[in-house]
């Protein structure tokens, strides 16, 4: 056995030339399948991040039938007793907003809107909001003040500055439009344009004045999760403490099926990249293998008479390639890690293309991230491809007439 | 049979059935062996026609005969390198025709020796490793393996120095030694040796083949030479001659 290990591995330096033109073939297939996986998974992380960090957190509680059709008409009825249960766990944040579509006027436009309430305490908790304030500041812990946070873009598309006053309309429970006047006390920017053009923010009291609610209602409870606390188990649990019929607790899974969906797929396009990349290096090594056996005839002869097995002789062709693409895996990996890690340091600008990424809920700056079950899984599949490339040089070569082999020189 | 040689003759009586082997049983057991190739043109060329052969443990004996005679094919069949066309060959109580791919292979691992005419080492190890190549596959530990290994080497009169180069930095003399050393080292029953001198110079054929025999004298090793080299002929206590690919002379000596 350790005589086939060494045989493989000084097999590999008989011909230099052409063994590292294969590592470094290897490398490169490496080196573009860690990277592009790293940037896909950024991405992907990035969207799933913005996705819960604006929109809903982990896990949200709202009225059953809120998700298919957000209007002030379902909510949360028993606010106190949701947020005594959810309470229990150490491990979750929470927070309460109310919800509703409005229109903003300033003096010269007027656009439609989501207008949200929450407790600013509670909220930076939650959501991302807070820390994405680029001029001002977020809503004010105390005090009931009419103060409004918006989108930056949306401030300047009504033409409106820091410190000037809007006016939000709503309709109440009553189909009562209400209507007040509210300074701007903080403009933020996220990484997505829509939603910094649609989302407006109160103080929860004041939006529950406008749209009719009393103190014991809210539209939505929003729960952040510790890392370690899984959504879909915890959304269970809480689905049995709750114990209320019209209530939907929904994970962010089940909030953004299209996420998922597109997550689902950039995996997928991991897979067929890696298969494409390493079907070409395959039949590379197919023809080197090949070549290699047919040098080695006499010699793969002179072992079999010796007493070396078929499988043997398979064995050691097989271990040939596992080198070879340890050696092309080290070397792609190492330029991978270097590169990787300097990218998640600068990060990739795609400004150029950000409006349209922007959209999606990504960031313009790209940042890869190390998924070691993406990369593991991809490692997996190159090895499966290496040596289903070399069954069949490997097993011609133990299929050699020992005597045929001998005679040829 | 015409051109029987007269010293001969007692022992071409031989070529009807097994020669008796002091009541021992044969170590090599070859009845009636054909073995017919196709030729390029697909044509059927009859390299042995229905040999019968016998060897007994301990014997030195040369296979002769001029080139197509069908030596090699002789000693191929007996290694289980090669299946016959028809006919059966039965070494060391063994049937070969009855062991699989794998079971050959270990059979020649633990009851053979081969020595080719040349190119006999692979590459890519060392004189040394190569020596000990099949006590490695046997799993002999590694003490064991070198000392084996120095002692035979000492014995062949291979330089302590060489013992680290590969073949390509060694002569065709030094290969063939360390070849003759790997098959030896492994005590196997048999040693098979298809023309071991025919690329040496005569000079240090005879210092080889002297050794050969000397340790088939020591040791008991049976040696199968197939040649045509007089010196391997003249050192040689049992010498075959096979002309057509069958049994012409059979002449057991001193
Ligand atoms: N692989 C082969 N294919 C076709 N013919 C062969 C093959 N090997 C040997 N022969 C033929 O068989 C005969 C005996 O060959 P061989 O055993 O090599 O003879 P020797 O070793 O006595 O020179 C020759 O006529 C040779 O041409
Ligand atoms: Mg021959």
Redesign the interface.
Known sequence: MSILIKIAWRNIWRNPRRSWVLITALAVAVFSFLGSVAYIDGFSIQMIDSAINLQGGHIQVSGRGYHKNPTIRTYVPDVARVERIIAENDAIRYALQTTTPGMINSAEQASGVVITGVDPVREVEVSSVAESIIEGSYLAPEGEANEVVMGAMLAEQLNVLLGEKVVLMANDLDNEVGAGAYRIVGLYRTNSSDFDKTNVYLHLNQARNLIGYTAEQASTVTLRLDPGLDPVETAIHLQTTLDAADLEILTWHERSPLLVMMNEMMNLANIFLVIILFTAIAFTLINSFIMVIFERIREIGIMSANGVRPGQVRLMLYLEAVFIVLLGTAVGGAIAVVLITWWSAVGLDLSAFAEGLSSFGAASVLYPYIHWGHILNGFVMIFVLVLLAVLYPAVKASRFETVDAINHV | MSDHSIESRSASLATDGPKPIDGQAPLVEATRLVKIYQDKEHVPVTALNEVDFRAAPGEFTAIAGPSGSGKTTLL?LI?G??KPTSGSVVVAGQDLAAMS??QL??????NLG?I?QA???????TAE?NAE??L??QGVPAHERHEQVVREFEDLGIDKELIHRRPAKLSGGQQQRVAIA?ALVSRPKLILADEPTANLDSKTGARLLDKMRNLNERTGITFLFSTHDPMVMERARRLVILRDGQIAEDDVRG
Do not use: K, Q, S, W
């Not at chain 2, 292979?105 to 633990?110: C, G």
């Not at chain 2, 190119?119 to 190890?125: A, D, E, F, M, S």
């Open positions: 191929n290694g390198l090669d791919r794998n292979a270990t059979f020649r691992l633990n081969f080719f190119y006999n080492l692979i590459p890519v190890l490793e190549f099949n490695l596959l790997r």
